[in-house]
Structure formats: C-alpha cells, structure tokens
C-alpha cells in the first residue's frame, strides 16, 4: 500500500513558475514509476508526465514538453513537477500517481494503482 500527498499548489499568474511536491509513504518508493495527471473543470483526467522508479526516464505529455519538469528523490520519497511559464490553461487540480511497474511510463489512467488527493493550481491571465 502506498500512499500519496500532493503539495504546492496556488494560484499563479500567466508566465510564473511552481513546484509541485508529492510525498509517499513506504520503504520501496524506487520501485515505483511515478506520474502526474491533471483534471480541469468538466474534462478527462489527462496525463502530464511520468518517471521511473530509479528517475533515469521521463515522458511528457505534448503540453507538457518544454515547460514542465518532473524529478523524484528516492532518498526523500518525493516526486516533484516542476511548472514554468504557466498558462490559463494550466489551471487544473492536479494528480500524482504510483505504478507498482518501475519501468513502465504510461500516460493512461487506469494503469497506475495508487493516487493522491490533488492540489488545485489555478493560472490567472
């Protein structure tokens, strides 16, 4: 059982920067592939990035690239996404999720196994 707490959420304006922090409890978080997803008002929960358990490999989603970062520290059992020039349409509760596969980097939803609560980021233009 892993569970997930996500921090660092705010509200922003167009064009600032955040970190978004998510913390997991247990003694095999590197075994862990760890992802972001995001939900806005009235859409799909959509991918934004995942990580490998031992953070060598990324995916981003189209979105994503350019502009958002994820990393993890092991040693502190953190995922972070790093967020710069934000969007309005970066506004969205957003999601960190755990894969009980290392390796895999999936952008589908139903694949990973454990999630957080969410932390609501809301981009002022």
């Known amino acids: 059982q892993v569970q997930l707490v996500e921090s660092g959420g705010g509200l922003v304006q167009a064009g600032d920067s955040l970190r978004l922090s998510c913390a997991a409890s247990g003694r095999t978080f590197g075994g862990y592939a760890m992802a972001w997803f995001r939900q806005a008002p009235g859409k799909e929960r959509e991918f934004v990035a995942a990580?490998?358990?031992?953070?060598?490999?990324?995916n981003y989603a189209n979105s994503a690239k350019g502009r958002f970062i994820i990393s993890r520290d092991n040693a502190k059992n953190t995922v972070y996404l790093q967020m710069n020039s934000l969007k309005p349409e970066d506004t969205a509760v957003y999601y960190c999720?755990?894969?009980?596969?290392?390796?895999?980097?999936?952008?589908?939803?139903?694949?990973?196994?454990?999630w957080g609560q969410g932390t609501q980021v809301t981009v002022s233009s």
């Open positions: 999720a755990a894969d009980r596969y290392s390796s895999r980097l999936y952008a589908q939803a139903n694949e990973y196994d454990y």
């Open positions: 990580i490998s358990g031992s953070g060598g490999r990324t």
